[in-house]
């Protein structure tokens, strides 16, 4: 992994997906009077999670434990309440929010709309999650021109550049300012490909399979996060923003 938002993705989200060990949340918890409000209940049906926006300010978010990933799911239940990555169970995400016109968070309800829909389904994501903010670079074919060659592609429609074999990152453009729409790897033998956007001082991914990714369209995939963290956000002032 290079010094990039891949890096960022892959170690705040990957990482905390295969190992059962998580670092604690850096301070503020965004979220702590809300739970200081209430009753830490370790099955509660909902869970909070404080995401990391800078080194003096966070976002709170209020979830149904059923659609979280299922490592974060068993770390609430034991007892580790100050999680940094809210990733979501693709699959249990979908089901709830196809099943519910509008949800239920905190005290209010919101309207589940179409865009929140869109990355989940045709095709099925690998994973979705919205990660802490860290400042990197944009992977731009100028940044990247360095490390990687391009190559005959393998997605039509995209321009391919390559590192090494062990990763590639696509492009719409040619400019030498255009960023990267995704890019794809190798993992545990799949080939799989990941699309990172930005939220409000946070970051979203969301994993696809390679073999899927002509039926995707990355920048729908970005909207469609935003979509998602905005029906979980609470809307309270919290942390210092």
């Known amino acids: 992994m290079t010094g990039s938002w891949q890096w960022a993705w892959a170690t705040f989200f990957v990482g905390m997906l295969v190992t059962p060990v998580h670092a604690k949340a850096e301070p503020p918890d965004a979220c702590a009077s809300l739970r200081e409000a209430g009753t830490l209940d370790h099955d509660a049906e909902e869970v909070f999670f404080s995401v990391k ?28 309440a100050s999680l940094p990555t809210l990733a979501f169970d693709p699959d249990d995400l979908l089901d709830y929010l196809s099943a519910n016109p509008s949800i239920s968070v905190g005290s209010g309800k919101r309207a589940v709309g179409m865009n929140a829909l869109e990355c989940l389904a045709n095709p099925k994501p690998l994973s979705i999650a919205i990660l802490p903010n860290r400042t990197l670079p944009p992977e731009t074919i100028e940044a990247v021109k360095g490390r990687t060659t391009e190559v005959v592609t393998d997605l039509p429609g995209y321009h391919r550049y390559s590192e090494r074999g062990v990763e590639d990152l696509y492009f719409t453009d040619i400019d030498r300012n255009a960023r990267a729409s995704f890019w794809c790897h190798i993992a545990a033998g799949d080939q799989i490909c990941s699309i990172v956007g930005e939220y409000d001082r946070m970051r ?30 609470m809307t309270t002032p919290v942390g210092v923003q």
């Open 204 to 233: 979203t991914g969301i994993m696809y399979q390679k073999a899927k990714m002509t039926g995707v369209k990355p920048e729908k995939a970005r909207q469609c996060l935003q979509a998602i963290a905005e029906l979980f956000r």
């Open 53 to 80: 926006q800078s080194d003096d300010a966070a976002a709170c978010f209020l979830v149904p434990s059923k659609v979280v990933e299922g490592v974060l799911r068993l770390a609430y239940r034991g007892g580790d």
